[in-house]
């Protein structure tokens, strides 16, 4: 699903990533360990194009994706996260989860009025995705929680 070629990222002298190298399958779970100044977040900053490489390559299911801008990237699936997660706490965790698609019809005003079918369809759409991710992170039980 993604591989790592080579990376790097220098900040004048100092070489944060220093020929990284790794491949992360589909389906896969992938944990990235190292100390405090490692060199870790400037990894993910650097795939999920935050950052630009100073050599090597990203690809990403077939199609080298190496300093792509981060809203590229989301519309091709990939989205950087942050430690600190920032949710709506008044929505339950599914509502959460149907949130994270950009583009959705019901952004607009015009479709508020117009394409209410296109805008519930939608919606029923993202349920069903939203329900399939707390399948796969077996946490269904708390879809109508805050």
């Known amino acids: 699903m993604i591989e790592v070629r080579e990376l790097h990222k220098h900040f004048g002298g100092f070489h944060a990533v220093d020929g990284a190298s790794l491949r992360i399958e ?29 050599g090597g390559t990203v690809i990403m299911d077939g199609e080298d994706i190496t300093g792509l801008p981060p809203h590229v990237l989301f519309s091709k699936g990939l989205l950087r996260t942050f430690q600190i997660a920032h949710e709506f706490h008044s929505m339950t965790c599914r509502e959460n989860l149907m949130m994270v698609p950009a583009g959705q019809s019901g952004e607009t005003l015009w479709n508020t009025w117009f394409g209410r079918r296109r805008i519930a369809d939608e919606e029923r759409a993202l349920r069903a995705k939203a329900d399939e991710v707390l399948d796969f992170l077996t946490i269904s039980h708390l879809a109508d929680h805050p």
């Open 26 to 54: 589909t389906g896969s779970i992938t944990g990235l360990i190292g100390p405090n100044g490692a060199g870790k977040t400037t990894l993910f900053n650097v795939i999920a194009g935050v950052l630009p490489a100073t």
